[in-house]
């Protein structure tokens, strides 16, 4: 079966530090990834997409994620945080063919440390 | 660009009442979503809608109903409301099944 597995439910980091948030799935077939970001009260926002091509894609925020078919994962990395980055953070995985197929996972929120 | 609209943003109903949760999209995405997201559970999906029309149950949809007459309003139907729904609910659309959702900000629905 289909499912996207972020292990940490929880994360905290200096500002500025560098930050990476894990995402792993189980698909059986070429995959689309998805990263959202979620603010207290708010809908979830994209980051960024990955459908085919480059493996390192760059979203809005300075986020970038990487697609690494091999370890079935699709990590998100930022470089250096900012406070405003504090959020809930989901990862989603799709299939081109179906419009019910897209999985997101439990979260991982981000907490910023002064 | 009011995007993808929710009405209630708060709500509290009791036990048997029913409600309707209305969304509306201003971008004629063909696809509509409906999600609840309970603490630490992520996004559990509904219902969805390929067009007018047409809907089609997601993965929890029991006690729930839609209805997609229109491409831009996607109502989500509660008819006996019980304490499990008791969630925060999310509409979402897209251009299409495999792109990138834009959501609402929510409803949060309390079941007493």
């Known amino acids: 079966a289909q499912s996207v597995t972020q292990p940490d439910i929880h994360i905290t980091v200096s500002e500025g530090a560098s930050l990476e948030l894990r995402c792993n799935y189980s698909?059986?077939?070429?995959?689309?990834l998805f990263w959202y970001v979620q603010s207290p009260g708010q809908g979830l926002q994209l980051l960024l997409k990955?459908?085919?091509?480059?493996?390192l894609v760059q979203g809005i925020k300075g986020f970038e994620a990487e697609f690494k078919r091999s370890q079935s994962s699709f990590n998100l990395r930022k470089p250096s945080v900012h406070w405003s980055d504090a959020a809930e953070y989901f990862c989603?995985?799709?299939?081109?063919?179906?419009?019910?197929?897209?999985?997101f996972g439990s979260g991982t929120r981000l907490s910023i440390r002064p | 660009n009011a995007g993808v609209t929710q009405t209630p943003k708060f709500r509290i109903l009791k036990i048997g009442q029913s409600m309707t949760l209305q969304c509306t999209q201003d971008?004629?995405?063909?696809?509509m979503y409906w999600y609840r997201q309970d603490p630490g559970m992520g996004l559990k999906l509904i219902y969805y809608?390929?067009?007018?029309?047409?809907?089609d149950k997601g993965e929890v949809p029991n006690g729930y109903n839609v209805s997609r007459s229109t491409t831009e309003d996607f109502p989500l139907r509660l008819e006996l409301a019980a304490p499990s729904q008791t969630s925060v609910y999310f509409c979402?659309?897209?251009?299409?099944?495999?792109?990138?959702?834009?959501f609402g900000d929510g409803t949060r629905l309390s079941i007493l």
């Open positions: 809608s390929v067009g007018a029309g047409i809907t």
């Open positions: 989603a995985v799709g299939h081109y063919s179906s419009a019910s197929k897209i999985i």
């Open positions: 979402a659309s897209s251009q299409g099944g495999n792109q990138p959702q834009h």
């Open positions: 698909y059986g077939a070429t995959p689309y």
């Open positions: 990955y459908f085919s091509g480059d493996t």
């Open positions: 971008m004629n995405h063909n696809y």
